[in-house]
């Protein structure tokens, strides 16, 4: 690349996203490059959650930058632990470290005078021509409205703050939630607790998947040949499950979707004897309408003496455990809050003003989202990874990340290459990509009637509606006329 301007850059957030971020950038040659991390270590997600149980559903090798294949994975579906050292260490091996400025939590961020400045809670400011915004979406606990939580005598925590010095082992334990989290815990504890309390507002479907342990010998083979690594990464089933799956989540009538319905119908009635505690676990709504739970052995797990599953509503807590509203306490040591996160939060609670300004927080008044979720009119050269309306889903978001990367190096081409100094959508593209999208998301499964941490407060879902291999090529092909370019007193910088 021929670059008539030296651009500075600063990335916000050192988890996954952001580390690809840096590595790109210094890959392209440039060289003024600062990461902002709010945290004392990267890692993202990885970095918050550390419950016990807690594995990723992508398959480990398709779970990992396609620059940076890993041998040594231990299982096809890798704990946490050892998905934040890969991190830790493709961060080392790329030379990352030096970039990241951890404990530098972003509060404000506006654009003035052509240049970004990013103040942080220790009161340092940096400024850059071009903002990258990698803060995730799963790092703001959402913590649940039930009253009495702050009476529980025992120890209560969140999933994502999890205290590793809490004695698990022969305790009274219950877990609120039943997502992917909830589903782990339970996994996790069904052994080790005296009594296991699984609060579930509505039940999962439940995708059976089967994991494994690679042997020493597997590890060697894929350290001598990186094509056994590749083989399970562009697995075509596993591909074609992941495609199989966006088209279904498209079109609920598919063949697809209705196959999707059936491996879980399946699941739960061929995996639990009881009919009761079947009918129990049996959701009221489609499968795929809330994220897919992948579990090998919830099931089998759940059917342990030690294990209760409560579907009865939660009156409040109280110092003993939880009370029931029919009066049923269930007495507690231990009490995991597995509720998810405020998804619709990205950067914020930082303040991000742009061009005259313009208030993010205002612009996201009614629902978060992003030209195909990157870049947003009036706030020139600010780009987002994983941001809203971006695929969601049980498949890679490393890989919806590298492709989005393809989308914000074009941009940054315009810039570098000193077509233009400032860039993003135009209003009139971003009114027309939003109505697409919302008119797309209204028919998806994810709004065919169930509540989930997808959808906006009008239920409508914020993802990307259309199929996996449409968001591939929108990525590598920008409708360059769909942004506004615009050159300044700063060109000749």
């Known amino acids: ?57 992508v398959p480990a090798h398709a779970y990992t930058y396609s620059f940076a294949p890993n041998a040594e994975w231990s299982r096809y579906f890798a704990g946490a632990d050892e998905i934040r050292a890969y991190f830790e260490k493709v961060a080392h091996d790329r030379d990352v470290l030096p970039l990241i400025r951890f404990n530098r939590e972003v509060t404000d ?66 877990v609120i939630g039943c997502g992917s989290t909830g589903v782990q815990l339970i996994c996790a504890l069904a ?45 075509p089933e596993y591909e074609g499950n992941v495609q199989r799956f966006t088209m279904g989540i498209v079109d609920p009538d598919s063949e697809a979707m209705h196959a999707i319905e059936e491996l879980c119908r399946q699941n739960l009635e061929q995996n639990v004897a009881d009919p009761v505690l079947r009918e129990k676990l049996r959701p009221d709504y489609r499968a795929a309408c809330k994220r897919l739970v992948y579990s090998p052995d919830y099931y089998a797990r759940v059917q342990r003496p030690a294990v209760h599953v409560e579907t009865g509503a939660i009156e409040r807590i109280v110092p003993q455990g939880v009370r029931m509203r029919d009066g049923t306490i269930h007495e507690l040591d231990v009490l995991a809050l597995a509720t998810g996160f405020h998804a619709d939060r990205f950067i914020r609670p930082a303040t991000v003003h742009g061009r005259n300004g313009v208030a993010l927080d205002d612009l996201w008044a009614k629902r978060a989202t992003a030209y195909f979720a990157i870049t947003l009119p009036d706030f020139p050269n600010l780009f987002l990874l994983n ?19 393809q989308f914000v190096e074009r941009l940054i081409g315009e810039l570098a290459n000193g ?19 919302l008119e797309a998301a209204r028919g998806t499964i994810f709004a065919s009637g169930c509540s989930s941490w997808y959808l906006d407060r009008e239920g409508v879902p914020m993802t ?23 050159a300044t007193a700063r060109a000749a910088d």
């Not at 654009?111 to 979406?137: N, P, Y």
């Not at 971006?390 to 492709?403: K, M, Q, T, Y």
């Not at 996996?468 to 006329?481: G, H, I, L």
């Open 1 to 57: 690349m021929i670059r008539r301007r030296k651009l500075r850059f600063l990335v916000v957030g050192a988890g996954m996203s952001g580390i690809l971020a840096a590595i790109r950038l210094r890959e392209a040659g440039h060289e003024d490059v600062v990461v902002l991390e709010k945290a004392d270590r990267l890692g993202g997600t990885w970095r918050e959650n550390r419950y016990p149980g807690l594995t990723c559903d």
């Open 387 to 405: 941001g809203p309306t971006s695929p969601v889903g049980n498949f890679s978001l490393i890989d919806v990340a590298e492709r989005q990367w």
């Open 419 to 437: 077509n233009c100094d400032e860039i993003c959508a135009s209003a009139e593209a971003m009114a027309a990509y939003e109505a697409r999208r």
């Open 109 to 174: 961020l506006s654009f003035g005078q052509g240049r970004w400045t990013a103040t942080t809670r220790t009161g340092e400011r940096f400024t850059a021509d071009v903002v990258i915004l990698a803060s995730g979406v799963l790092h703001h606990p959402r913590t649940p409205d039930i009253g009495g939580l702050d009476s529980f005598a025992g120890k209560a925590m969140h999933s994502a703050r999890w205290e590793d010095d809490v004695v698990l082992d022969g305790r009274r334990i219950g």
């Open 191 to 235: 052994d080790r607790a005296s009594r296991l309390v699984h609060f579930q507002r509505s039940p999962q479907w439940i995708m059976p998947v089967v994991d494994f342990a690679y042997t020493d010998e597997e590890r060697a083979a894929f350290r001598r040949d990186p094509a056994l690594i590749d083989a399970i990464r562009y697995d």
């Open 464 to 486: 990307w509606p259309w199929s996996y291999q449409a968001f591939a090529d929108a990525m590598v092909n920008p409708v360059m006329k769909d942004f506004e370019r615009r």
